[in-house]
């Protein structure tokens, strides 16, 4: 786990700017790539954090919209607007958040390091993962 003094704040958003919000998390991120379904077609490259180191912005909710299927507890919000996803809750995570690094905004991030999930296997995978662990204080 991430000490919280390894941890900077970061600055994001949506294209059209709608939908503002900070993470804490460190400056190098662990992101994940998925093979599932949704994320192959959205390219949803994103790193996980517990969900009291995010915060969305006032009056941002207001321009949110969210996608569901399959098993309903991936929640994949975006943007009314412009419809760029810039974060949701993870099926693998519901206690968290995962960021979509390419929506950071600030000159916060140094390095991205990218890690594989299974998602066309995902009962099998997440067993075997520590993914779990990302949204853990």
Same mark, same amino acid.
């Given at each position: 786990? /991430?000490?919280?003094? !390894?941890?900077?704040?970061? &600055?994001?958003?949506?294209?059209?700017?709608?939908? #503002?919000?900070?993470?804490?998390?460190?400056?190098?991120?662990?992101?994940?790539?998925? !093979?599932?379904? =949704?994320?192959? #077609? #959205?390219? !949803?490259?994103?790193? =996980?954090?517990?969900?009291?180191?995010?915060?969305?912005?006032?009056?941002?909710?207001?321009?949110?919209?969210?996608?569901?299927?399959?098993?309903?507890? &991936?929640?994949? /919000?975006?943007?009314?607007?412009?419809?760029?996803?810039?974060?949701?809750?993870?099926?693998? !995570?519901?206690?968290?958040?995962?960021?979509?690094?390419?929506?950071?905004?600030?000159?916060?991030?140094?390095?991205?390091?990218?890690?594989?999930?299974?998602?066309?296997?995902?009962?099998?995978? =997440?067993?075997?993962?520590?993914?779990?662990?990302?949204? #853990?204080?």
């Amino acid at each position: 786990m /991430t000490s919280s003094e !390894n941890l900077v704040s970061h &600055a994001g958003s949506c294209h059209c700017g709608n939908v #503002k919000f900070t993470v804490l998390a460190p400056s190098i991120l662990e992101v994940w790539n998925c !093979n599932c379904s =949704i994320c192959t #077609k #959205k390219q !949803n490259l994103h790193f =996980i954090v517990p969900r009291s180191r995010f915060t969305l912005h006032p009056d941002s909710e207001e321009h949110l919209t969210t996608y569901t299927f399959n098993s309903g507890q &991936a929640k994949h /919000t975006f943007c009314k607007t412009c419809g760029v996803q810039s974060f949701y809750t993870p099926r693998s !995570n519901t206690d968290g958040v995962g960021v979509m690094p390419h929506c950071i905004d600030s000159d916060t991030v140094t390095k991205v390091v990218y890690r594989k999930f299974d998602g066309q296997n995902w009962e099998q995978f =997440i067993e075997t993962s520590d993914i779990r662990s990302r949204s #853990k204080e």
